[in-house]
């Protein structure tokens, strides 16, 4: 079945400091979501990424989809105390003829802590 | 209205009883979602509902058993679980097509435990 890895598994920041966190599959992938779920918290969606070799960002988030589709990465700029949570990547398959609904397979996640 | 609700936010039942998680959405999402998260790890997808019928359903056990009353609602039925199942329980929803995938909204989730 179709696996989702992500590295790191977890990184400690100083504020102020970059982090990226890297998601790779041994498949091509159709797209990728990104989710962040805050401790004790849920996932909240943060991007989707469609086309090889794009890029989107938003504030001092910066997203790629890689060329081939099978890897993705998200790059924090200075990173905030607000930041702190557990990164998800999920690639999302269109449903089979037979069923419906989008099937999420979420990546093994990178937690983040960010220290003053 | 962007939210999903979902109740009750704890819940600890013992292996014999029988317990109901309720989601909620009115978004007008025809696609609902039933994951389970143990700690320090992704969500699992258990179920997906799609215009009230369940399309998916990932080798869940029996003792877990969905239901899609109508477009707003899913519940998740609970008999004789075990310890193991303790867990955080999440309803996710999202809007239903053909061919693009949509982003999909999660409730804050149910934390289960089973003694």
């Known amino acids: 079945g179709q696996q989702v890895m992500q590295i790191p598994q977890y990184q400690h920041v100083q504020e102020g400091e970059d982090f990226t966190t890297y998601c790779n599959s041994s498949?091509?992938?159709?797209?990728i979501q990104w989710y962040k779920q805050r401790p004790g918290g849920h996932p909240v969606f943060l991007i989707q990424?469609?086309?090889?070799?794009e890029v989107k960002k938003q504030k001092r988030l910066t997203f790629q989809f890689g060329e081939a589709k099978k890897n993705s990465s998200l790059h924090i700029t200075a990173t905030q105390t607000t930041d702190v949570g557990t990164y998800f990547c999920?690639?999302?398959?269109?449903?089979?003829?037979?069923?419906?609904?989008?099937?999420?397979?979420f990546g093994t996640g990178t937690q983040l802590k960010v220290e003053l | 209205d962007t939210e999903v609700t979902q109740t009750p936010k704890h819940l600890v039942m013992g292996m014999t009883n029988k317990k109901s998680l309720k989601c909620e959405q009115h978004?007008?999402?025809?696609?609902m979602y039933w994951y389970k998260q143990k700690a320090k790890k992704p969500p699992e997808l258990m179920f997906v509902?799609?215009?009230?019928?369940?399309?998916i359903n990932e080798s869940v056990p029996s003792r877990f058993s969905p239901e899609c009353p109508n477009s707003s609602l899913l519940n998740l039925h609970l008999h004789a679980l075990q310890p193991e199942d303790s867990a955080l329980y999440l309803c996710?929803?999202?809007?239903?097509?053909?061919?693009?995938?949509?982003?999909?909204?999660f409730g804050p989730g149910t934390r289960l435990t089973v003694t």
């Open positions: 996710a929803s999202s809007q239903e097509d053909l061919h693009p995938t949509y982003e999909q909204y």
């Open positions: 498949t091509t992938l159709s797209n």
């Open positions: 990424l469609v086309k090889s070799g």
């Open positions: 999920a690639s999302c398959r269109e449903f089979d003829i037979t069923g419906g609904g989008n099937k999420l397979t």
């Open positions: 978004m007008g999402h025809r696609a």
């Open positions: 509902y799609s215009y009230e019928k369940l399309s």
